[in-house]
């Protein structure tokens, strides 16, 4: 195990030095996929790159993950990915992100709860259960004001559905906007916001695995 560590790291920085940075994670993550494959696929993660950015097997200290999130996604794409790729992998649990993109593209809030829906449907009619995160504010005043209308409503039907939902905005956010400490860009994260995130999201794992007992 540590020798197969070892090359693990050596590769990522010569990875690092070669491209500097622009391909590593990419490589890093599906190097770590080849080196330390799912033990199973209880949980599945479908979203953009705020999702595929980081390596939750790490963050979530768990090896059952697999991480379908990519950069650039719409809640349409997540959405087909759902639709066609969850009854392949069969997870006990699909976390579900997404929607920056969408608006930033003038897709009306309305559409992507719609599709937030869709999935979520999908998901239950193959007895998956969804956690449904909150659309992580930016630096975007143009867009926030839709964000926050957007994490109304999934918030509420959540609380009428009886589904579990993440919000990770307490942490990151403040006044409808994205902290500066935790923003890379005005849209993505640092680091340092992860595993805030990754907190939430592996409280809100277990509850659901204890109360199914998944």
Same mark, same amino acid.
């Given at each position: =195990? *540590?020798?197969?560590?070892?090359?693990?790291?050596?590769?990522? +920085?010569?990875?690092?030095?070669?491209?500097?940075?622009?391909?590593?994670?990419?490589?890093?993550? %599906?190097?770590? @996929? !080849?080196?330390? #494959?799912?033990?199973?696929?209880?949980?599945?993660?479908?979203?953009?790159?705020?999702? $595929?950015?980081?390596?939750?097997?790490?963050?979530?200290?768990?090896?059952?993950?697999?991480?379908? $999130? !990519?950069?650039? $996604?719409?809640?349409?794409?997540?959405?087909?990915?759902?639709?066609?790729?969850?009854?392949?992998?069969?997870?006990?649990?699909?976390?579900?992100?997404?929607?920056?993109?969408?608006?930033?593209?003038?897709?009306?809030? *309305?559409?992507?709860?719609? +599709?937030?829906?869709? =999935? &979520?449907?999908?998901?239950?009619? @193959?007895? &998956?259960?969804?956690?449904?995160?909150?659309?992580? !504010?930016?630096?975007? #005043?143009?867009?926030?004001?839709?964000?926050?209308?957007?994490? *109304?409503?999934?918030?509420?039907?959540?609380? *009428?559905?009886?589904?579990?939902?993440?919000?990770?905005?307490?942490?990151?956010?403040?006044?409808?906007?994205?902290?500066? @400490? !935790?923003?890379?860009?005005?849209?993505?994260?640092? %680091?340092? $916001?992860?595993?805030?995130?990754?907190?939430?999201?592996?409280?809100?794992?277990?509850?659901?695995?204890?109360?199914? +007992?998944?």
């Amino acid at each position: =195990m *540590q020798k197969r560590l070892l090359t693990f790291s050596l590769i990522l +920085n010569v990875i690092l030095i070669l491209t500097g940075g622009t391909l590593a994670f990419k490589f890093k993550e %599906k190097l770590h @996929q !080849y080196l330390f #494959p799912p033990s199973s696929n209880n949980i599945l993660l479908v979203g953009d790159s705020l999702l $595929a950015l980081e390596n939750w097997t790490f963050l979530l200290e768990r090896n059952d993950i697999t991480n379908l $999130a !990519y950069g650039g $996604a719409i809640t349409l794409h997540i959405l087909k990915n759902v639709e066609i790729l969850s009854p392949k992998i069969k997870p006990k649990i699909c976390v579900i992100e997404g929607g920056v993109n969408d608006l930033l593209a003038g897709v009306p809030e *309305q559409r992507v709860l719609e +599709n937030y829906i869709k =999935m &979520i449907h999908i998901l239950q009619n @193959q007895q &998956i259960k969804p956690i449904v995160n909150a659309v992580i !504010y930016t630096n975007l #005043p143009e867009i926030n004001h839709q964000i926050t209308i957007l994490n *109304q409503q999934l918030a509420s039907f959540c609380q *009428q559905n009886q589904l579990v939902y993440v919000d990770a905005n307490q942490f990151l956010a403040e006044k409808e906007t994205l902290k500066n @400490q !935790y923003s890379l860009d005005g849209i993505h994260l640092k %680091k340092v $916001a992860y595993p805030l995130w990754a907190k939430e999201l592996s409280d809100a794992i277990k509850k659901l695995e204890h109360k199914k +007992n998944l």
